[in-house]
């Protein structure tokens, strides 16, 4: 099993929870289930569910008829898996800018507990 935790700024604003109460309550669900796929898989969790965006940043997939979300997340040292932030997915590509931030998140976390 994972240790599955919620990605915290110093400032205690925690971008993937804000991101999980914005979904309706059947996407939330999926979502939450997919989560929980996550915690018991591990990096072994692949296609459908999960896919890798480069540079250690993975991406964890939910759809719900013609919805879409995306929720990032990370490895860290043992069995922990930090979800970054999350997105509803409208365009083909995953945009750009929601990788590099949770690239960003990871560094910062890295900063702060990497030790």
């Given at each position: 099993?994972?240790?599955?935790?919620f990605?915290?700024?110093?400032?205690?604003?925690?971008?993937?929870?804000?991101?999980?109460?914005?979904?309706?309550?059947?996407m939330?669900?999926?979502?939450l289930?997919?989560?929980?796929?996550?915690?018991?898989?591990?990096?072994?969790?692949?296609?459908?569910?999960?896919g890798?965006?480069?540079?250690?940043?993975?991406?964890?997939?939910?759809?719900?008829?013609?919805?879409?979300?995306?929720?990032?997340?990370?490895?860290?040292?043992?069995?922990?898996?930090?979800?970054?932030?999350?997105?509803?997915?409208?365009?083909?590509?995953?945009?750009?800018?929601?990788?590099d931030?949770?690239?960003?998140?990871?560094?910062?976390?890295?900063?702060?507990?990497?030790?």
């Amino acid at each position: 099993m994972f240790e599955v935790e919620f990605y915290d700024t110093k400032d205690g604003y925690c971008p993937v929870r804000e991101f999980l109460n914005s979904l309706e309550p059947k996407m939330l669900a999926k979502t939450l289930r997919t989560i929980d796929l996550l915690e018991v898989n591990g990096p072994v969790l692949r296609e459908p569910y999960s896919g890798p965006m480069g540079d250690g940043i993975f991406e964890l997939r939910t759809k719900q008829g013609s919805n879409i979300t995306r929720v990032f997340y990370f490895f860290f040292v043992g069995q922990k898996v930090i979800l970054t932030n999350g997105l509803l997915k409208k365009t083909r590509k995953t945009p750009k800018q929601d990788i590099d931030l949770a690239k960003k998140y990871r560094d910062d976390y890295m900063r702060r507990f990497g030790k």
